[in-house]
Each structure stands twice: as structure tokens, then as C-alpha cells.
């Protein structure tokens, strides 16, 4: 139920399952921050002696968080060229838990082909997880999930508030 606040509120539950439903996932989690929602998801999935590939050009809390505090507990970081499938396919290595999107990145703009990326990461044994922020985009203009991703990321600062109205971060996926 709703006991505390902090753990969860009627007004909480009713944006994360309006969020799930415009992304056409099955659940939502809201956090204070889109970095909170992104560092919850990837700290949350990962752990020592794992491995997560990210853009080479991505938002600045992701590039800080993954260059200064994940190596620091022992995960492993590739930065990759996301748009090109065959430099994801290469990058994946036994360990190699997460695969992270973002189109169009930040600052770059550069486009990725989510369903390409996310085949390239399945053709192997050990397939990861595929996490797309698509906080520039919003679900107005594209649906990560409907195109193989496993988890759909954003800042709703951005898109989804209409810039500066307020801070927030959510989660989406399949259950």
C-alpha cells in the first residue's frame, strides 16, 4: 500500500503506469532524476566482473558515471560506435551484461538503429540486456521497446515535462 511517501504515492503509481502505457511497456519505475533512474538501473543490474557498453559519444552523467565510478566497483566499460551493429556485435565479451543506447545521443545527435544494435547484441550466447535512453525522443516519436529494446530510459526533465518544469527520471519495460 501507500505507507510512506518516499516508497510510494498514489500520484507516483498513476505516472509510472500513464509512462508504461505511452511506451507501450508493462511497468514503470520513477526516480528523482533521469541520472538517479540510469545509475538505479545500471547498478542495479550490474556488478563486479560485468561488463556494459556504451557510446562512445553519450549525455555527460552517463560518460562520468561509467569512466569514474563503475570501474571503481569493478565493472567493466567498451565505449562503442552504437550506430554501427557490427562494432556492437565485436564489443560483446562473455561477461558483457548491458548493452546502453541513446538516440539521438546527447550532445552529438548521432542516430542509432535500435532494432540493428539490439540484433547485433542477440546474435550472441550471452545476449544482454538493451537499455535505450531515448529521453530526446520521447514516446511520442519513438518506441525503444517496440524495436527489440529490453528497457527504455529517460530524463524526464526533458521531453516528457516540456524542459525545466520539473526533475524526474523513469524506467520502462516489459514487466
Not at 27 to 55: E, K
Not at 125 to 153: E, I, K, R, W, Y
Request: with cysteine; proline share 6%; glycine share 8%.
Amino acid at each position: 500500500g501507500f505507507v510512506y511517501g518516499r516508497v510510494s504515492s498514489p500520484t507516483v503509481a498513476q505516472l509510472q503506469d500513464k509512462l508504461a502505457a505511452l511506451e507501450g511497456g508493462e511497468a514503470a519505475l520513477c526516480f528523482g532524476s533521469g541520472v538517479a533512474a540510469a545509475h538505479a538501473l545500471i547498478c542495479g543490474r550490474l556488478g563486479r566482473g560485468d561488463h556494459l557498453i556504451v557510446p562512445d559519444a553519450n549525455y555527460v552523467g552517463i560518460a562520468e558515471l561509467a569512466r569514474d565510478t563503475l570501474p571503481r566497483f569493478g565493472i567493466e566499460v567498451s565505449y562503442v560506435d552504437v550506430s554501427r551493429p557490427e562494432e556492437v556485435a565485436a564489443a560483446i565479451r562473455p561477461n558483457t551484461r548491458m548493452l546502453w543506447l541513446e538516440t539521438p545521443a546527447n550532445p552529438t545527435l548521432r542516430m542509432t538503429d535500435i532494432a540493428a544494435a539490439a540484433a547485433a547484441a542477440r546474435r550472441h550466447s550471452n545476449a544482454p540486456l538493451v537499455a535505450v535512453d531515448n529521453t530526446f525522443m520521447g514516446p511520442t516519436f519513438q518506441h525503444p521497446l517496440s524495436h527489440q529494446a529490453d528497457l527504455a530510459v529517460y530524463s524526464a526533465t526533458k521531453f516528457l515535462s516540456g524542459l525545466s518544469d520539473m526533475l524526474a527520471g523513469v524506467i520502462l519495460g516489459r514487466d
